[in-house]
């Protein structure tokens, strides 16, 4: 089956994380995205360069740009438990906006149709790069990477969406 595309309905799913008092928490990504404006961006794997150095980065930068043109949520989903989910959260003391939400199982991935097979490499069942723009649960633009890439799911490409 073809990657979630512009038009789709973006599906529901349970992804974890630690709240404020750090404890963990399940929440649908319905519960997330209904009625609002979000972006949704996978990345293969915490604590990898590209992930850590370039594509966390530009959204924790551009968080309030993104919050000024409408958008009430930013998603970073990964292929992680919630223990190292909320590790590499840490790495990012200035963020404000980004909740990063751990999809341990690559079961919300799999809904996405965005998996991506690293096992010859070690790593297993990973994320595809992507960033989705959803309005409403309606899927406004998918900017999703070929394998290693990052040329077109970055903050700066979905702010030229918006």
Not at 6 to 24: C, H, R, T
Not at 50 to 72: D, I, W, Y
Not at 97 to 105: E, N
Not at 112 to 120: F, G, N, P, S, V
Request: proline share 4%; hydrophobic share 40%.
């Amino acid at each position: 089956m073809a990657p979630i595309a512009v038009g789709d309905v973006l599906p529901d799913g349970k992804l974890a994380y630690f709240d404020e008092q750090d404890q963990l928490q399940d929440v649908s990504v319905h519960s997330l995205a209904a009625g609002k404006k979000v972006i949704l961006f996978g990345v293969p794997g915490a604590f990898t360069p590209t992930c850590s150095l370039k594509h966390v980065p530009g959204f924790v930068e551009k968080a309030e740009e993104l919050k000024s043109k409408g958008v009430a949520e930013i998603l970073c989903i990964s292929v992680n438990d919630p223990f190292v989910m909320k590790a590499w959260a840490k790495t990012y003391p200035e963020n404000k906006h980004v909740k990063f939400l751990a999809d341990g199982s690559a079961t919300y991935t799999h809904a996405l149709r965005l998996e991506l097979d690293l096992q010859e490499k070690g790593l297993g069942t990973r994320s595809r790069r992507f960033a989705l723009l959803v309005d409403d649960l309606k899927v406004k633009a998918a900017n999703i990477e070929g394998g290693g890439e990052f040329t077109v799911s970055s903050a700066d490409d979905i702010l030229k969406d918006l």
